[in-house]
């Protein structure tokens, strides 16, 4: 009674990878509480053709899993090849 309920959140990053012409496929970062149950984390491996790669989420700015600032988004990540 009178309790107010808050749901932790999460942040989801949808990154179109293209390997030449040929679009191969949405990698989906996430970061907060709730990617777990979601299925979702911060870093996404992808073989494309014989290489293998590894996405990982590094930052997304303002946070929203932090604030509720209205600002322009910028995704930060990086891409290693394994």
Excluded: H, W
């Excluded at 040929?22 to 509480?33: D, I, M, P, W, Y």
């Excluded at 992808?46 to 990982?56: A, M, S, T």
Aim: proline content about 4%; glycine content about 8%.
């Amino acid at each position: 009674m009178n309790a107010r309920c808050i749901r932790a959140g999460d942040a989801v990053a949808v990154l179109n990878v293209v390997s030449g012409e040929k679009s191969e496929r949405n990698v989906q970062l996430c970061t907060g509480a709730d990617c777990n149950g979601r299925g979702l984390s911060d870093a996404y491996p992808l073989n494309v053709g014989n290489e293998k790669y590894l996405f990982k989420l590094d930052s997304i700015t303002p946070d929203p899993t932090r604030t509720l600032e209205k600002a322009e988004t910028k995704v930060y990540f990086s891409v290693t090849q394994q």
